[in-house]
């Protein structure tokens, strides 16, 4: 029989992030297969042979997206000439839409199968991808349980696989021993800023999360400020932000969500690490800024025309809300016990605080610091809600995750 073969391409660092776990589970259950395509630092570890690195594709913005148009190009028609080789027994596109979606279809044209990993988002816009997505991909393994029905519903075939932060983040973290390695004293708050993973995020949050804590720390002049670094060339933008206030922040270097497991509560940028707060059972609140004309064309235009009224930007309030529609979940537990936290765009309750724009205010982020730290049942109802956040990504124990499932694909 000759030597099996995946062709895979994630054009990001999360997809290279959950890429990387399936190709590890790969190559411990089928030590003989090999897996070629466009990744990262990760999935070449893992054992992948990379024909190009995401970062020479991927983009941010019209400028650059202009600047790597040659690299762009040339990395799509290496990904073409694979799958038109015959050498290949499985097409995986991880995440990355733009791309992926064309190159399903050449597959799909070429007779090669197509298991896509980590759906793109069309629960929270442009929904009519779904039609196209059913014309061009075999099997969908999704990473939130919500979608594998959405799916299901439109005739692809979908499987829940569960969620890789999820397997990766230890749960009922031990706080006593997480400080005593990170250097954070015990006896004391720690409260943990994450300010983003982008300098221009970095640039707008940090100042307000800073005042926030200075706010907080009229009360609480005890209290530890950590922050957990995105990345080290994040240094002199984070280490130039905090030289202009009068606290002490102790900048971590270490991951992120060991970071939040070890603190009381945080204030955290919208994104990745929302979900990394909500598994490593930290209350916290979401904040997030744009500038004013994004902001006003997301609101009065993209969000109405194009987003589910229900989106919104914490991953874990996106699970609770589909969840409450079951009749359980996060949000219930919260009304249950007497707490209602309101979206101040919407109305409807959430279960971890949003503040948007301009809510985003010092003075409501250390209101929220304020309340994790005094109200006791809030915060236990919160971390109870966390864990069932975990419970959420987490697939029974019966089911195939994603490796077994291209495994066999392709026996």
Known sequence: MSQRSILLLAGE???????????????????????????????????????????????????????????????????KREIRSGEHDLFIPVDFPDVNLRLCRLAKDAGLPVYYYISPQIWAWRRGRIRKIANRVDRMMTIFPFEEQLYRDAGVQANFVGHTMAQDIPAGPDKALLRKQLGIESSRIAVAILPGSRPAEIRRMLPIMCQAAQI?????????????????????VVEGILSQYRIQVTVHSGDAATVMAACDCGLVTSG?????????????????????????LVIRIVKPLLMDKDIHVAIANVLAIHREKLGDGPIKEMLDHGFQIACHECGRPLFVPELLQHHATPENLADWLERFTSEEPL???????FKQIREMLTPPAERHTAARMALEAIS
């Open 272 to 296: 990745t690490a929302t979900l990394q707060a909500a598994l490593a059972e930290m209350p916290h609140a979401v904040a997030y800024i744009l500038d004013s004309l994004t902001w006003w």
């Open 13 to 79: 660092a999360s997809g290279d992030y959950h890429a990387a776990a399936l190709v590890r589970e790969l190559k411990q259950l089928s030590p003989g297969i090999r897996v070629t395509g466009i990744g990262g630092d990760r999935l070449a570890q893992a054992g992948m042979k990379l024909l190009h690195h995401y970062r020479e594709i991927n983009t941010i913005g019209l400028s650059e997206g202009l600047r790597k148009i040659r690299n762009i190009f040339a990395a799509y028609l290496t990904m």
């Open 379 to 385: 915060r236990q109802v919160m971390i109870k809600g």
């Open 216 to 236: 907080y720390m009229r009360a609480h002049p005890d209290a530890q400020l950590v922050l957990p670094l995105a990345g080290p060339h994040l240094t002199s």
